[in-house]
């Protein structure tokens, strides 16, 4: 769950792990 926004916000916003998760739930929905 690498696309868009995720390695933005990975980089801007503190811990990777917690980030793709809550923008993999998120995003998932819009992508798929």
């Given amino acids: 769950v690498v ?3 995720i ?3 990975v980089i801007c916003g503190g811990n990777p792990a ?3 998760r809550e923008i993999g739930e ?3 929905l819009r992508y798929r």
């Fill in 26 to 28: 998120q995003d998932d």
């Fill in 3 to 5: 696309r868009g926004t």
């Fill in 7 to 9: 390695p933005e916000r």
């Fill in 18 to 20: 917690r980030v793709i």
